[in-house]
């Protein structure tokens, strides 16, 4: 289980800043597929009238998780950039902090 805060001091390659800052950290999500990309027109016009499936359908997934990517935004100059970590199947953003020693209360 990976927990990270939800803000970090680091390094900002903005060109106001060129130094750390706090940054405020979120999960990367992937958007949208554009329907107009170069690659989707081809897919799609290849797939038009008879003859069935054109393109291999890739069937053999062998990961079961996918590289947590947290974006950075400098909360100065609004820059952002990305930063991948490791995999982790649960990963948590600003949870409670695990404390040493501490008694489980209920």
Same mark, same amino acid.
């Given at each position: 289980m990976?927990?990270?805060?939800?803000?970090?001091k680091t390094y900002c390659k903005g060109e106001k800043c060129r130094r750390h800052t706090?940054?405020?950290?979120t999960q990367y999500k992937a958007g949208r597929a554009s329907k107009f990309a170069q690659g989707?027109?081809?897919?799609?016009?290849?797939?038009?009238?008879?003859g069935g499936q054109?393109?291999?359908v890739f069937h053999k997934k062998a990961k079961?998780?996918?590289?947590?990517?947290?974006?950075?935004e400098?909360? @100065?100059c609004k820059y952002k950039s990305h930063l991948a970590l490791k995999r982790?199947?649960?990963? @948590?953003l600003g949870g409670d902090k695990k404390?040493?020693?501490?008694?489980?209360?209920?």
């Open positions: 990976v927990n990270v805060p939800k803000s970090r706090i940054h405020r950290v989707k027109r081809r897919y799609d016009r290849k797939q038009q009238g008879f054109t393109k291999p079961t998780t996918k590289k947590i990517v947290l974006r950075l400098c909360n @100065e982790t199947k649960h990963f @948590e404390r040493k020693g501490q008694m489980i209360m209920f």
